[in-house]
């Protein structure tokens, strides 16, 4: 055992975070399903007793080829991130037999943001809720600085680190804006979180920053609205558009009410400032909304309001 240990003592923090090998990996709970992947709780425990750390593991459902190549872009992605409101890469492992490889990444306890808020929604306060707006916010500031346009910004995928720390995650359907173009053109519609899009997103297939600041209004929305169920952005835009149509119907008729200004209504006891900074993200010309700094500002403004 001693020669195994000063090896793992030898390898640097950085490799160590790199290199995770299939036999230490324990297996100790199912996270969460993705459209494509499951996420497992796991224990690394190279050293065989129990104290190793808790690690979220990611691997494929289907090795699908476009799946294959989708997953790897996906860690390429997250590798290359690195801001406190962002789930952090810990590495990769491969396992020897399948030719799947599994996304290593750090396991945060409290799990999704909608898991939370149906837990601890009576005794959470306006200001701590206004805490995680600011922190995804600069998470989303971070991504597009780094010119990546997340496509799929939900309370489903961000995750809680703690009861003061939350963090976006699942950058399964992430992509890098053109350095010639101010957005990205999807060639294929796929499970699409059409309830979560901005208009030129349904009509265009055209995803920008701006339409990630539409889809924060959204976020916004679901957690002003202790992201309940009855209340989720998907069953009050069915209820407006009618429940019954077709899905390839449903992407028209969702676009057709927004273009007569429908929005997604304020939810109850929210405050005036936020349902305004919602009613901002939602303008129709993506040009016409704010940026995630000025968003910022709003928020920053919201929270002295809940201060005094
Ligand atoms: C493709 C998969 C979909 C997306 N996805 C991501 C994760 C995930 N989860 C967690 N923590 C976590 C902690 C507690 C709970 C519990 C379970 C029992 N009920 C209450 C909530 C659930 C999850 N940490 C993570 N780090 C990185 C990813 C990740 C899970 N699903």
Redesign the pocket.
């Known amino acids: 055992v001693s020669e195994r240990d000063s090896f793992w003592r030898a390898l640097s923090k950085q490799q160590q975070q790199e290199v995770y090998e299939e036999r230490h990996l324990k297996f100790i709970s199912s996270?969460?399903?993705?459209?494509f992947?499951?996420?497992d709780?796991c224990r690394y425990d190279p050293l065989g007793d129990n104290t190793g750390e808790m690690v979220?593991v990611?691997q494929l459902q289907s090795s699908k080829q476009s799946n294959m190549a989708d997953f790897q872009r996906e860690i390429q992605t997250i590798s290359s991130l690195h801001c406190d409101y962002i789930?952090k890469y810990r590495g990769i492992c491969y396992s020897a037999g399948r030719l799947s490889m599994r996304l290593v990444?750090?396991?945060?306890?409290?799990?999704?943001l909608i898991?939370y808020m149906e837990k601890y929604k009576h005794i959470i306060t306006t200001r701590r809720m206004l805490l995680f707006t600011s922190q995804i916010c600069k998470g989303m500031e971070y991504l597009q600085h780094m010119r990546y346009v997340h496509r799929d910004l939900a309370a489903r995928?961000i995750?809680v680190s703690s009861d003061t720390l939350v963090k976006i995650?699942?950058f399964?359907l992430t992509k890098i804006v053109p350095l010639d173009k101010e957005y990205y053109r999807v060639t294929q519609s796929g499970e699409s979180p059409i309830f979560w899009y901005a208009p030129e997103s349904l009509s265009e297939y055209k995803f920008s920053h701006k339409s990630d600041v539409w889809s924060f209004g959204v976020l916004l929305h679901e957690l002003f609205s202790y992201c309940e169920l009855s209340r989720n952005p998907k069953r009050l835009s069915l209820h407006r558009i009618g429940g019954d149509i077709q899905s390839a119907m449903m992407t028209v008729h969702l676009f057709n009410v927004l273009k007569e200004n429908w929005r997604l209504p304020a939810p109850a006891l929210c405050p005036p400032k936020v349902y305004s900074m919602m009613m901002q993200c939602w303008a129709f010309n993506s040009e016409d909304r704010p940026t995630f700094s000025i968003l910022q500002d709003l928020i920053e403004s919201s929270l002295q309001d809940e201060r005094e």
């Open positions: 996270l969460g399903k993705g459209n992947g499951r996420v709780l979220a990611k789930v990444m750090e396991f945060l306890p409290f799990g999704s898991s995928n995750l995650a699942d399964g």
